[in-house]
Structure formats: C-alpha cells, structure tokens
C-alpha cells in the first residue's frame, strides 16, 4: 500500500477486516467445518488488487488473534497466499463462470498447503476450527497425522474458497458502478 492511499480506499480495507473478523467468528462460535475468514481478503483483492488483499487478511487475523482466537495469527501467512492469488487470479479471469473452478482450486492448493504445515508442525493438527473434529477422527482411525490434515485441510479450504469467491462475486456484480470506478481513481 502506498502513502497515497486515499481514505476510500481506506475504508475498504477496514471493511474487509471486518469482513473476516465477522466471518471468522461465525465459523468459530458455528464450529463451521469452512472458516468464511478471508471474505474481505478476497473482496478487497478482486476490488483493488493482490497488495491490498494480502493488508486486508493479515491485519484481520491479526485483530482475529488478539481478540477472539489466538490461532488465527498463527495463520496469518494463509491470508497472504489467499489475497496474492485471488488478486491474481481474478485479474487474469480465473474466477468468473467455470473457470472459477480452476481458479479456486488454484487459491486452494497453495493455501491448504500452507495451512496444513503450520496446523499439522505447530499444532499437532488440532486448532479451534470445526475442520478439527474431522483431523482427530482420521487420526483415530489411524491415518497419518500430516496426510490427515493436508486431506482436511485441501477439502474445507476448497469448500470455503468456492463459498466465499461465489458471495463476493454476488456482491461485487451488486455494487454500483460508480464505486467501483472511484476505485480504480483513488
């Protein structure tokens, strides 16, 4: 982000923040097994570029962090790799109509697998997410730990991906035109 940045610009940010502070909280209190906390990260993304999406997701799981679920920072890097490659992905037309499948499962490769070594090396495989649950049965059950998270991890990731990209699509394509122009002014 530039010292230019204008106070719209700003204020989308926030409202990406929000976004996924919300979210995550949703999913946290649900124990949702997908965890809705890059809906701003991705907003912000398509809206305003990969930099930015990655501000959005790192400043929300830092806030996610101090106020509500300590592991949230620890996946901190995740909302990094979700912002850079939906910015990027959006930007070359991956997430619109079935290309969307491929751009998604792109975003989720590389995300699942980063949140998969931070969740299986740093905390044994079990967080706070409802995806959790799922780890501990498969490990139960004798699968490999690492094996097990990546496998839950990749599925949920996707799941929550494909839910959070076709939301802000619906919104974006609801927003009127003129904010989106005043964005790419500011």
């Known amino acids: 982000m530039n010292k ?10 926030a409202l990406g923040m929000a976004l996924n502070i919300v979210g995550a909280f949703i999913a946290l209190t649900l ?16 809206l ?9 997701g790192i400043f929300g799981s830092l806030v996610s962090g101090i106020t509500f679920d300590v592991y949230s920072i620890y996946f901190a890097p995740v909302q990094i790799f979700t912002g850079l490659l939906c910015g990027v992905m959006f930007n070359k037309g991956f997430m619109k109509g079935f290309k969307m499948v491929f751009g998604v499962l ?4 590389f995300s699942s697998l980063v949140g998969a070594i931070i969740c299986a090396y740093v905390f044994g495989g079990i967080t706070s997410s409802g995806s959790s649950y799922i780890v501990a049965i498969l490990s139960n059950i004798g699968v490999n730990k690492v094996v097990s998270v990546f496998a839950v991890q990749f599925l949920t990731d996707y799941a929550d991906k494909f839910v959070t990209v076709s939301l802000v699509l619906v919104v974006i394509n609801s927003m009127p035109f003129s904010i989106k122009q005043k964005l790419k002014r500011s």
């Open 4 to 13: 230019n940045s204008s106070p719209f610009k700003l204020s989308i940010i």
């Open 31 to 46: 124990r949702l097994p997908i965890y809705l906390d890059s809906i701003g990260t991705i907003m912000v993304s398509f």
């Open 48 to 56: 305003m570029g990969p930099s930015y999406g990655i501000i959005t």
């Open 106 to 109: 792109m975003v989720s490769i």
